[in-house]
Nanobody, 123 residues
């Protein structure tokens, strides 16, 4: 089990930007899949972006606006979010250690989770 702590959430107007960070305990970012998920109020948790060994994957809803990256030396995962829309409002979670060979944006495939950071985008 690894400890993940998200930060960087907040309130912005539509069209604005935020950068989320996820600090991970231990030195494993280069080894395991890591991903960002989000869960809007009353909605199911959905995959946003994943990264592993240089390969990235984005959901259709954020492609071209969000960028996932990581700093292996500092054990930190990032999510740069640009051109934010009200529908991006959600609690954002980082996840690590994909358990199965299934979808990289499927929540049930990840073992370790952070507590989340809230993102609110106003019109």
């Amino acid at each position: 089990q690894v400890n993940l702590v998200e930060s960087g959430g907040g309130s912005v107007q539509a069209g604005g930007s935020l950068r989320l960070s996820c600090a991970a305990s231990g030195n494993f970012l280069s080894t395991f899949d890591m991903a960002w998920f989000r869960q809007g109020q009353g909605k199911e948790r959905e995959g946003v972006a994943s990264i592993h060994a240089g390969a990235v994957l984005y959901s259709d809803s954020v492609t071209g606006r969000f960028t996932i990256s990581k700093d292996n030396a500092n054990n930190t995962l990032y999510l740069q979010m640009n051109s934010l829309k009200p529908e991006d409002s959600a609690m954002y979670y980082c996840a690590a250690f994909r358990l199965a060979s299934g979808g990289k944006l499927t929540p049930s495939n990840y073992r370790d989770w952070g507590q989340g950071t809230q993102v609110t985008v106003s019109p």
